[in-house]
């Protein structure tokens, strides 16, 4: 007959044996299905001049690249969105279209989105803030021009390091506030890209604050002084209740009536998307006005 003390200690390390195979199975099975990655990409994390980091995805062509390099796009919010454009880019990579790098611009996490959007994609927040944003104002916000300097400074720099392209075919994706800063960037920085994509651009930030960019831009264009100037794609959804894309489409008439000036602009309605599916929907539209011939 067994000890009661001794059988308890069998009992123990039985238990203990077997939890270790359990875990020890667990482990077998998880390294039997590796984690998928994405072909044809590259990720790294770079800071910018100001000491804010931000995680850098790249989809590349295998073929070689033509004599001018690669033309490339821009994608802010590159965390949510990348991955969108860079399987649209590679699946048409024996088309022209394909043959083109995309680079995501996003943060170092695993959300799709990060806080600090709100600083590197607005205006500075009013003093007092509007009612609407009253609980956003006590975060960071302001710093586009800081961003935009790393976006057309030291990060195409980099890029230029590892990759061959065209200076002369740079393109920008934003979507919401990022839509909102791809618009500045028309209005700042004329020649900075050659074609401009905003997605559902909240205009309404900031008591709309962004039209008198808009109108000093309008002026500057009409009278002569801004020369070339990117040609410009705005999209919308029409399920869209975050912003409305009615003040888009009013916008985006406003632009086409540059269109004897130099600017060039083409509008997009989704009726059936909403605020968050608008880039998905968009990123054909997107591959193909800024990397086809025009």
Do not use: C
Not at 53 to 62: G, L, M, N
Not at 63 to 74: H, N, R, S, T
Not at 136 to 142: I, R, V
Not at 220 to 227: D, N, Q
């Amino acid at each position: 007959m067994i000890h009661p003390s001794l059988l308890a200690r069998v009992v123990s390390m039985v238990a203990i044996v077997l939890a270790a195979l359990s875990v020890q199975a667990e482990q077998t099975s998880t390294a039997a299905a590796p984690a998928y990655t994405m072909p044809s990409t590259h990720m790294w994390d770079m800071t910018s001049e100001g000491g804010e980091v931000y995680r850098i995805f790249v989809s590349y062509p295998a073929a070689e690249p033509p004599a001018d390099g690669y033309p490339v796009l821009y994608v802010l919010d590159g965390n949510a969105s990348f991955a969108g454009f860079a399987e649209a880019r590679r699946i048409q990579e024996r088309f022209e279209l394909g043959k083109s790098i995309v680079v995501g611009v996003g943060y170092p996490t695993d959300q799709a989105y990060d806080l600090r959007r709100l600083n590197d994609y607005t205006m500075p927040m009013l003093d007092p803030p509007p009612a609407r944003w009253r609980g956003l104002a006590k975060y960071k916000s302001g710093g586009w021009d800081m961003f935009l300097d790393f976006l057309t400074g030291r990060l195409r720099t980099e890029i230029g390091k590892r990759y061959k392209i065209d200076l002369n075919r740079q393109s920008l994706f934003g979507h919401s506030l990022g839509g909102l800063l791809a618009l500045h960037t028309l209005y700042s920085r004329p020649q900075a890209f050659e074609s401009i994509v905003a997605a559902s651009p909240s205009l309404e930030w900031n008591e709309q604050g962004v039209l008198a960019e808009e109108r000093a831009f309008a002026e500057r264009l009409t009278s002569g002084k801004v020369g070339k100037t990117s040609r410009l794609l705005v999209v919308v959804g029409g399920r869209d209740v975050d912003d409305d894309p009615y003040g888009a489409e009013s916008f985006a008439h406003r632009m086409e009536q540059l269109s004897g000036y130099g600017l060039r602009t083409r509008f997009r309605r989704y009726e059936e998307e909403g605020h968050m599916t608008v880039p998905a929907r968009a990123v054909t539209d997107t591959l193909r006005f800024v990397f086809e011939p025009h």
